[in-house]
């Protein structure tokens, strides 16, 4: 390969870590032929890079500067109107047959793909700089961790990426010069951000992203929903581990018995909040941490599941966040944050709906035009995103970096779900957990585009995330459970359950805490239970709830089952399997057999 025809910039030393690795820089070469940049930037993560970086942004209207007296370092980014949220219907999973994508994800032909995109690409970025991110998905000394490069046409992109993973040298370094070493190659080009021009897509046999037409979040942050979940998931069965939606927490009690339960809940459902929550004063001495919010990769250590949080900050949902709801976030977000797409009110802070005390009386909205509190929009849009660096966290885990991870006594599943569902319940064995998951729901939410409060079966929160046939997902999950010899018992919750008049029946955020704390007595052998038909389910005295203020009833309705429901909810199951073709796993079947069968008895 000859040297690329491009220009280092900038000159002056800044911006230039670059890859030793020989297949790399082939593969870079390759992509500024086709995309003709004015320039290189080889990214190297550093402080002056960011500053120098953050400037340029200014002055080309990427970034806005927020008031630096009130939220020191941090910046408001808008992105264009059309393009706020995931685009799950340009999102393609590119391998060799339509089976092994499976009946959940669009598939493409790989090599027609290839084609397609390239012509895209093609002079894609004249007249602009081209950086290159080497950026490493894990901690320094896990088996687990991974390597990847993400090539952009975006500052934005660049600085985000210097907040989710650790970029920069270290990348470099861990990679080597192994010309056979595993990484994964990501491209990115805004292209002129037109939804008819925007493909997502993986290659994931080729450890290859294609991402072209966005600025936005999870569609250009390669690392994360592309790599992480749907690059990760393919990978991790090859090489059996789990690659998942779901944030890692520890819990601690006044005694100093710590356990980690890992959650999934679907986009825009609660990770971040239950990631970072704060017990009530009632369990004065209890400590939550966070070990991540988003992402959890897990592998087999002696019979026991650990996980490690491949990421380095928080992609966070902002409306609804405030020091009533998530006081570890505000604080962390008061400084050196990115905001995309919140209001910005005229003292030059970030304004969003459901932040602490009164609206500005004149703010301008995410799109940029003069708000007012009777105005009928929205002043922030309802996915409008923090990016913040996990340290910056006051409950960081202090294992945050641990090669091995930390082991998992309990996974969670749940969705958002206005009824049927109860607020918790565990399941009989791994089996069962598996069946859980597998048929978990939740009604849509902002985090990505299309009908918002639809009901539709989300597996384990990875319908939109997994990197191949969904069946042999759930087969990887039956099989991970035989290779644990002291698995984590698997449970369900639901925080949106509603009453008759609408509300929300359980007030949620640090109360969860009460339902933790009996899923943490259950792994301990001392929570008490009730064998239901749907699994072991808490009666209203099983759970702690000292010095809340709920109504008995509300107890009682949110704990219970209701049989109408649950048939319906069963038919719901059966479709969706059905849905799924001769993909699903026969255990699972049986574990529907089984869950009918026990509301016959
Ligand atoms: P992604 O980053 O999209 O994967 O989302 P997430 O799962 O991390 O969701 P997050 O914690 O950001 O919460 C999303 C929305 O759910 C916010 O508007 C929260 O206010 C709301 N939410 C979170 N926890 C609770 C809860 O316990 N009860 C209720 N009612 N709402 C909650
Ligand atoms: C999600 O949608 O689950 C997110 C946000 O975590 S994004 O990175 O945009 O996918
Ligand atoms: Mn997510």
């Given at each position: 390969m000859k040297n690329p025809a491009p220009a280092i910039f900038p000159p002056n030393g800044i911006g230039d870590a670059?890859?030793?690795?020989?297949a790399v820089l082939d593969w870079v070469h390759e992509i500024a032929a086709l995309t003709e940049p004015e320039n290189i930037f080889?990214?190297?993560?550093?402080?002056?890079?960011?500053?120098?970086?953050?400037?340029?942004?200014?002055?080309?209207?990427?970034?806005?500067?927020?008031?630096?007296?009130k939220v020191p370092h941090s910046y408001l980014h808008r992105s264009d109107p059309n393009d706020v949220a995931r685009v799950e219907q340009f999102t393609f999973v590119c391998t060799p047959t339509k089976e092994e994508a499976g009946p959940t994800n669009n598939w493409s032909e790989p090599k027609e793909t290839y084609a397609k995109l390239r012509a895209l690409l093609k002079g894609a970025m004249r007249g602009r700089t081209m950086f290159v991110i080497p950026y490493m998905m894990g901690p320094p000394d896990s088996p687990l961790t991974k390597i990847g490069f993400e090539i952009t046409d975006s500052k934005y992109v660049v600085l985000n990426m210097r907040i989710m993973t650790r970029m920069g040298e270290i990348a470099v370094k861990r990679l080597g010069n192994d010309p056979n070493a595993e990484w994964n190659r990501g491209t990115h080009s805004l292209l002129d951000i037109n939804p008819e021009r925007r493909f997502i897509c993986h290659f994931p046999q080729d450890n290859t992203i294609i991402s072209v037409g966005s600025g936005y979040g999870g569609n250009?942050?390669?690392?994360?929903?592309?790599l992480a979940l749907r690059i990760g998931s393919y990978l991790a069965r090859k090489q059996a581990w789990l690659a998942e939606h779901m944030l890692i927490l520890g819990v601690e009690s006044p005694e100093g018995n710590k356990h980690y339960v890992a959650a999934a809940f679907p986009s825009a459902c609660g990770k971040t909040n239950f990631a970072m929550l704060i017990p009530p004063k009632h369990f004065e001495g209890w400590k939550v941490t966070t070990v991540g919010d988003d992402i959890a990769w897990m592998q087999v250590r002696d019979g026991r599941l650990y996980a490690i949080n491949p990421e380095n900050g928080y992609f966070g949902v902002v409306p609804g966040t405030s020091y009533k709801s998530n006081p570890n976030a505000m604080q962390a977000i008061s400084h050196d944050t990115l905001y995309t797409n919140v209001a910005l009110a005229d003292d030059g802070d970030a304004w969003w709906e459901g932040k602490d005390g009164d609206p500005p009386q004149h703010a301008i909205d995410w799109r940029g035009n003069d708000w007012t509190p009777a105005s009928k929009e929205k002043a922030a849009h309802p996915n409008s995103r923090f990016t913040t660096p996990m340290r910056d966290n006051p409950a960081l885990d202090p294992d945050v970096e641990k090669g091995e991870g930390?082991?998992?006594s309990a996974i969670i599943f749940g969705g958002r779900r206005s009824d049927t569902v109860p607020l918790v319940y565990e399941s009989f064995n791994w089996p069962h957990g598996v069946y859980l998951g597998a048929t978990m729901a939740s009604e849509t939410t902002a985090a990505a585009t299309g009908a918002v409060g639809r009901v539709r079966r989300d597996p384990m929160a990875m319908l939109p995330f997994c990197g191949y046939n969904i069946g042999d997902y759930f087969q990887h999950w039956l099989?991970?459970?035989?290779?644990?010899?002291?698995?984590?018992?698997?449970f369900n919750v639901n925080w949106f359950r509603k009453g008759v008049n609408g509300q929300f029946l359980w007030p949620g955020f640090g109360e969860n805490m009460r339902v933790l704390k009996w899923i943490i007595d259950r792994c301990d052998g001392t929570g008490g239970a009730l064998k239901s038909p749907i699994g072991w389910l808490p009666s209203p005295h099983d759970?702690?709830?000292?010095?809340?203020?709920?109504?008995?009833?509300?107890?009682?309705?949110?704990?219970?089952i209701d049989h109408e429901e649950w048939q319906r909810e069963l038919a719901a199951h059966k479709e969706f399997f059905d849905s799924l073709g001769g993909v699903m796993p026969e255990q699972l079947l049986e574990q529907r057999e089984q869950l009918a069968a026990r509301f016959m008895e």
């Open positions: 670059r890859p030793t690795n020989q080889w990214c190297d993560g550093s402080d002056r890079e960011n500053e120098f970086l953050i400037a340029e942004s200014l002055k080309q209207n990427v970034l806005i500067k927020l008031n630096q007296k250009v942050l390669l690392s994360k929903k592309c930390v082991p998992i099989d991970m459970g035989k290779r644990l010899t002291n698995p984590p018992l698997i759970l702690d709830l000292v010095e809340l203020d709920i109504d008995h009833k509300c107890v009682a309705e949110i704990l219970g």
